[in-house]
């Protein structure tokens, strides 16, 4: 898909404090590179022909209805998805249109090339970043991936101290991870520099 175009999931708006500051929309895009056994937005997978094609301006021109509510409370738009990391060339002319009054929250997993990543950290104001696990193989046996990518775009986050900036969140994933898993992920992302940790547990659905 052109770099300019983006199919969209869904559109949420009226959050209050869920998912950034102040009151925001969530932008929700479609695709992402894990496949984690418990995907919480399904949709985001697979066939993205029942979901709408946005542009930057097409997206701005629907949101913009509520612009006076995030600048009144120091909000503005999130993406998530889906990984919306894998479209910074959308998001980027997206400021171009929104300006600098806005706040931009990013929700990745940083499972993105560096360069991606490089180009959004001048555009964004925050980062909820779901870490899944720090862990290798817990990682790869969560998510079939490869986590050295996130490793190194968290590396680049704090070469640029943006830690300040992120939020981590740092699941229990029922047959995955312990919480001395976890301690250990929050140990090693301490050692890089954050301090905003988002603890919970994932919440399984049984049939």
């Known amino acids: 898909m052109p770099p300019d175009r983006a199919k969209i ?12 500051d102040g009151v925001t ?13 418990y995907c919480l937005n399904p949709q985001s997978l697979g066939d993205s022909d029942r979901f709408k094609e946005y542009t930057p301006r097409s997206l701005y021109d629907e949101v913009r209805i509520d612009k006076l509510y995030f600048i009144a409370t120091n909000g503005g738009v999130t993406f998530g998805g889906g990984e919306p990391a894998l479209r910074p060339d959308f998001i980027c002319r997206f400021r171009e249109l929104c300006g600098s009054s806005w706040r931009l929250t990013l929700e990745t997993s940083l499972n993105v ?21 720090m862990d290798v193989d817990i990682y790869l ?67």
């Not at 929309?25 to 056994?37: E, K, M, N, S």
């Not at 050295?148 to 229990?172: G, H, T, W």
């Open 113 to 133: 090339p560096q360069e991606n990543i490089e180009a959004l950290l001048p555009v964004v104001d925050s980062w909820i970043i779901d870490i899944k696990d």
């Open 9 to 20: 999931i869904g559109i949420s708006r009226y959050r209050l404090s869920t998912d950034g």
């Open 25 to 37: 929309t969530l932008v929700a895009f479609h695709g992402c590179p894990l496949r984690c056994r």
């Open 141 to 207: 046996q969560y998510t079939g991936k490869d986590n050295s990518r996130v490793l190194s775009n968290l590396r680049l986050i704090a070469e640029a101290d943006r830690q300040k900036d992120c939020i981590i969140r740092l699941p229990l994933i029922p047959d995955y991870n312990t919480d001395a898993d976890r301690e250990e992920s929050r140990k090693a992302l301490t050692s890089l520099g954050y301090s905003k940790f988002d603890l919970f547990t994932y919440q399984i659905r049984t049939h």
